[in-house]
């Protein structure tokens, strides 16, 4: 960790001649770490919920199970809305998504 924030130092060229870190460009730094931090939380979570719906370990999940995650989450959703949805992140039109069309779309 000590010598990425050293390199991002460097890299972002944001010590100062002083060789001192202004405190907005700290906070800035600190921001980016923490964003990549949450970004990986969130594939590791959206990992184990793909998991949890490709029931046969085929790395995709069908069109119709997408269907029953969405009504779960929103069950205000019609079958019109859950079409829709289906349409735009199936784009190939095969009727299943592996886990980076999945986080696409989950990850909005």
């Known amino acids: 960790m000590c010598l990425s924030v050293c390199s991002s130092l460097l890299t972002l060229d944001l010590l100062t001649d002083s060789g001192e870190l202004e405190f907005e460009e700290f906070c800035a730094l600190a921001a980016k770490f923490l964003i990549e931090e949450d970004e990986e939380s969130l594939k590791t979570e959206l990992k184990e919920a793909f998991r949890i719906y490709d029931k046969q370990g085929d790395g ?11 009504r ?3 069950n205000k959703l019609t ?3 859950l079409d829709g949805i289906i349409d735009e992140v199936d784009e190939d039109g095969s009727g299943t998504l592996d886990f980076d ?7 909005g």
């Open 101 to 107: 069309e999945f986080m696409g779309m989950m990850a």
């Open 60 to 70: 995709y999940i069908t069109t119709q199970t997408l269907k029953e995650i969405l």
């Open 79 to 81: 079958e019109e809305d």
């Open 72 to 74: 779960e989450l929103d």
